[in-house]
């Protein structure tokens, strides 16, 4: 059957089952459904998946899509909005002319793809996939590639540079943002372009419609903001400028802030120090999931997954993504990987660290909650704080509308490997931040109990903040009423983390 034919077939069963919540994206209660006014990429948490590497279901070593969905459960406690399926692409000669399998037969079939769609869709999870953008594609057979995708329920398109193929020009690249943006918008349930080239996005210029004299933003909806990920080291001022630029980001699309990604060593061997690894990955989570934009997560990250091969003998373009580290390998599969388990696959791992409310996993989880649940958070402003201070970097999300009644958030890193006794109250003062108590309600901490294990809650002082080693402490300027009658300024919670 030719492209077209199939096109025109898809198009049809989408709009047969349009009724059908999973299929549609647009149903009763999703963020972005007409119903409310934010956009649902706007605040969204996506995490990046090489399927070959996230879970195997055939034995042959490989992971694939049916894979995924049968980690959809894990996917959810994460608190992700979308997942973003990479390197995943049409086969070249099914782009062309509709022949042979849509896509590499060892990612699954065409009937896996829809299972992983509707599944997601059950929680509430959109999948994005790779569509890459060369001049050796005419915008037409862009189109036609990005409707066959749409015509599936995808949510999202990410787009993609081919180093193997030719560059587009900006008049190029313009060209086919404007005619991908048209398409998107012909579907329901707002779907959406994501910005992942190597090349600046073309502005998104206002034309004006076929159809009537509104202007019609001609981009992306979304780019990458890869300065987390490129930090040559971390320390208080590296850190600093990365949160600084992305305070003073001022486009029309939301920014994808990221710290790793298939092309580079992981995060945890890039900026960790060994003794202090993974209290240091939590600083890092912090600034991802706790600072502007729609944070995107690379699998196993959560985890603090190592680089295989060591960092010294691997380069970018020699970094593969090893298996994803369930537990031990046969969590992955019952054949043999396709590549070798990371190199710390025994003690970073789901079975290890779910249940270990002080784990790099459950912070993602908490952080990533907070992320959703806290309105400032999620859509707020952002201004770094305590600049004059070395030891530690500190930020304050406020509500876009002064008038609201919402309450600024603040943030404070431990960037030392001692402990530190902290104070912001002048430092909030100098950028405007008016309270009436210098007590904060605490929203979350990696300081745990040593009993218990659970997140110290409760109220803390501005002026008093005791953070460990490489610790981070998330407070909400609270109004007085209600902290009156706490017996200790320090507190802690029953609640574990999920």
């Known amino acids: 059957m030719r492209l077209l034919d199939r096109l025109c077939t898809l198009t049809f069963l989408a709009l047969a089952v349009s009724a059908a919540p999973c299929q549609s994206l647009a149903h009763k209660g999703w963020v972005g459904n007409g119903i409310t006014v934010e956009p649902w990429w706007a605040g969204a948490v996506l995490y990046q998946i090489d399927p070959f590497s996230f879970q195997d279901t055939k034995g042959d070593g490989f992971g694939d899509l049916e894979g995924i969905t049968q980690r959809l459960d894990y996917l959810h406690s994460l608190s992700i909005d979308a997942i973003v399926l990479s390197p995943f692409q049409l086969q070249p000669e099914f782009g062309r002319n509709g022949t042979g399998p849509a896509f590499d037969a060892k990612y699954g079939t065409e009937e896996n793809l829809d299972h992983l769609i509707v599944e997601a869709g059950r929680r509430k999870i959109r999948i994005f996939v790779d569509l890459p953008m060369t001049a050796s594609r005419s915008t037409q057979e862009l189109v036609s590639v990005a409707r066959f995708w749409l015509s599936r329920g995808i949510a999202g398109l990410r787009l993609t540079s081919d180093p193997h193929a030719p560059a587009l020009s900006a008049a190029q690249a313009a060209d086919r943002l404007r005619e991908l943006r048209h398409l998107c918008e012909t579907y329901v349930g707002q779907r959406v372009l994501f910005w992942d080239m190597h090349e600046p996005m073309p502005g998104a210029v206002a034309s004006r419609s076929r159809r009537t004299t509104a202007p019609v ?29 992305a305070s003073s980001s001022n486009t029309d699309s939301t920014s994808v802030p990221v710290t790793d990604g298939p092309d580079r060593p992981r995060s945890i061997d890039r900026y960790g120090d060994g003794p202090h690894s993974e209290e240091i990955a939590k600083v890092l989570a912090a600034a991802l999931l706790l600072s502007r934009g729609a944070p995107l997560l690379y699998f196993g990250q959560e985890l603090g997954m190592a680089t295989t091969p060591a960092p010294h003998n691997a380069s970018p373009a020699s970094v593969d993504p090893s298996p994803m580290q369930w537990g031990d390998e046969f969590a992955f599969t019952t054949g043999i990987p396709w590549m070798e388990m990371g190199r710390n696959s025994l003690t970073a791992n789901l079975a290890m660290e779910d249940l270990d409310a002080s784990s790099l996993l459950n912070w993602y989880r908490r952080l990533s909650a907070l992320h959703h649940e806290n ?19 500190a930020w304050v999300r406020r509500p876009r509308d002064s008038a609201s009644l919402m309450a600024p958030v603040v943030v404070v890193c431990n960037l030392t490997a001692h402990p530190l006794l902290v104070s912001v109250a002048a430092d909030l003062r100098r950028v405007g931040v008016q309270t009436t108590t210098p007590m904060m309600r605490t929203l979350s901490s990696s300081v745990l109990t040593t009993a218990a294990k659970d997140p110290v809650s409760g109220p803390v002082s501005m002026n008093a903040i005791s953070l460990p080693p490489y610790g981070v402490y998330v407070g909400e300027l609270a109004h007085p009423a209600g902290l009156e009658s706490a017996s200790s300024p320090l507190t802690h919670s029953s609640h574990r983390a999920r």
Do not use: C, E, K, W
């Open 375 to 393: 309105a400032v958070l999620r859509a707020g402003t952002l201004d770094v704080i305590a600049q004059g201070n070395p030891d530690i970097v």
């Open 217 to 245: 933003l001609t981009g992306a909806q979304m780019q990458i903001d890869s300065r987390l990920a490129t930090m040559p080291g971390f320390n208080p001022s590296m850190l600093r400028s990365a949160l600084d630029a």
